[in-house]
């Protein structure tokens, strides 16, 4: 799906507690022992997320009560999560960095809301020098760094607020705009829409139900959750007109348009071409099929437990009166992402800061629903773009928009699996020859489900039980995937700055040879803040506000490793075209050796694929077209 992630810019950004232990001994205290220090137990290691410990913690109060209470009364519970993140840290040898971030910024969080501000500035500068795309090496945690060094220093609120806008303004202003700029658009907009009643509305809606379900005993997350929504509305949000104030102004100082390396090697067929038909499948949360040229087989849909219905849009329901304000909003959005002051945008900061907590539930649901309804839509016009030969056959999957989520159960698996079955077998019966699929899930998802509901008698029973009904879905999906040889299938990475593998996504931490899993990168061939990484993502596309349309034909635009998968599926459906005999694996290696290296990004490159593939695009205009009907 789309990516809606706040900036690292002002996440409590914290990695290395690290450091503390590696400095416990000084040279002269070693200088005086009679014999060697023993040596560290060797670390475990973890090479995904399951190996992990899960805990649980008992509240005394409601996660929106807690949202409220005196920090005295968060005592006890950042002492017991610091205690058990930093063993954790301390006794395995994680593999994913983006899961080391998480549990090290964490603590930074812990330290600013005990006002151990020393600790938190060491522990955010570790993280960012743990950090391994460019943006993030220059800009991770900064905002929270600067606020707790003007903290550590005192004075009044005024005299910090000076300092903390004089210090971003040093700071940011001195980093390079071509690698930062989007990263500080994007904290711009995170830090505009934040408001303390949509939190609390969230908490009520979210996290309430999950402690009253548990018999106020909840997963670790949870508590992570309550502390860092803490952090922010009580150190960060003080400081909200400062930070925004200063993105301003380097927006408006540096209005360059990024240099652009991704058009120039685009390809655009002529319907004069020499070409078949070919169709391309788009596996995703519905599509307005009016707007594309249909496969003889248009496709098949579920509803939001699995069961067929015959629609391929979803319906809008009660949302649908609500439409043309939504749209706005999701204009909005994207205007504020880029930094464009639009009535729309205007508008969506005037509706968040004017919900009140009860209203944030139906505001959720209503953004949820217009996201999975012109999710898909969105990726099959990116798909088909510059294609007149494309065909399109769909499988929707109309995911809920609700709140409360399913309770995972054998049954639930057992539909998602067949469904996974028979959309397969309805792109074969389509004839289609590459598949999008921009969607992805791990056991962490059904993890989170049982929670949710309070189910089983511990966190290691639910995390057991997510990866036993995980499983029945993930064999089902590899098992179909391999069964059809005969079509490429793109997957989207994910949006979580994780490693795939190591979070065990489907089907972009699964390994096919019919299958491609794809990262995202910028218009500049820089990899996005967001896009998930691993040893499964072996290509990258353009996935930064991408133009496309949404149901009923406007075009909007759309961040995410979702709209990445299909410039993939795009290249790979104008190589089946024009060269229908090829086979899937075929054009799966032509793509990757048509890509080009840069560190651990592998930008897709079609012309110089098609080139590859023998395929010279100057005369594609001039040759004979072959029938398309």
Known sequence: ????????????????????????????????????????????????????????????????????????????????????????????????????????????????????????????????????????????????????????????????????????ESRWSAMPWAQVGDALKAGKSSLEIMSPNVVLGSFRTNLDPVAKNGNMTVPAG??????????????????????????????????????????????????????????????????????????????????????????LLRDMGEAQARMPELKKYLRGSWDLRAAIDSPDARALKQKISSLKPEEVKQFQEDLSALS????????????????????????????????????????????????????????????ARVVNMSWRYGPTAHEAMLGYHGWGKSAEERKARAKQLFEIEKAALEKAIAGAPDILFIAGSGNEDNSADFAQYIPAGLQLPNLITAGAVDVAGQETSFSTFGKTVVVHANGFEVLSYIPGGEKVKFSGTSMAAPQVANLAGKLFALKPDLKASEVKDLILKGAERDGRINLIHPKKTLALAGIEHEKLATTTAKPVN
């Not at 655009?268 to 596996?283: D, F, N, Q, R």
């Not at 999957?397 to 079955?421: C, G, I």
């Open 1 to 168: 799906m789309t990516s809606h992630r706040p900036s690292r810019l002002i996440a409590t950004s914290t990695l290395a507690a690290l450091a503390a232990l590696a400095a416990a001994a000084s040279p002269a205290a070693r200088a005086q022992d009679t014999k060697p220090p023993a040596a560290a137990p060797a670390k475990k290691v973890i090479t995904n997320s399951d190996q992990l410990p899960r805990r649980t913690y008992t509240l005394d109060k409601l996660p929106s009560e807690l949202l409220q209470a005196p920090t005295s009364e968060l005592a006890s519970l950042i002492a017991q999560l610091d205690k058990d993140v930093a063993a954790d840290l301390a006794a395995y040898d994680i593999q994913d960095r983006a899961t080391r971030t998480a549990m090290m910024s964490m603590r930074a969080a812990m330290a600013m809301l005990r006002g151990d501000h020393a600790l938190a500035i060491e522990l955010t500068e570790a993280v960012r020098a743990q950090q391994e795309k460019p943006a993030d090496k220059l800009t991770s945690g900064v905002f929270t760094e600067i606020v707790a060094r003007a903290e550590l220093k005192g004075g009044s609120i005024a005299e910090k607020k000076t300092r903390v806008r004089a210090d971003l």
């Open 222 to 311: 949870v508590v992570a959750g309550i502390l860092s929504a803490r952090v922010t509305l009580d150190r960060m949000l003080p400081y909200r007109d400062e930070a925004v104030a200063v993105m301003q102004g380097l927006i408006d100082k540096n209005q360059v348009v990024k240099q652009d390396k991704w058009t120039e090697r685009l390809v655009t067929l002529a319907p004069t071409a020499k070409a078949s038909p070919v169709v391309i499948g788009i596996w995703d949360s519905g599509v307005d099929m009016k707007l594309f040229p249909n496969a003889a087989k248009p496709g098949i849909a579920f509803d939001a437990q699995m069961n067929p219905v015959p629609n």
């Open 372 to 431: 999975t309804w012109s999710h898909g839509t969105h990726v099959a016009g990116i798909a088909i773009d510059g294609n007149p030969f494309a065909r399109v056959t769909a499988v929707a999957m109309h995911y809920s928009n609700q709140s409360v989520p399913d309770l995972p159960d054998e049954a639930r698996s057992q539909r998602w699996a067949k469904s996974f079955t028979d959309a397969v077998a309805s792109f074969k019966a389509a004839g």
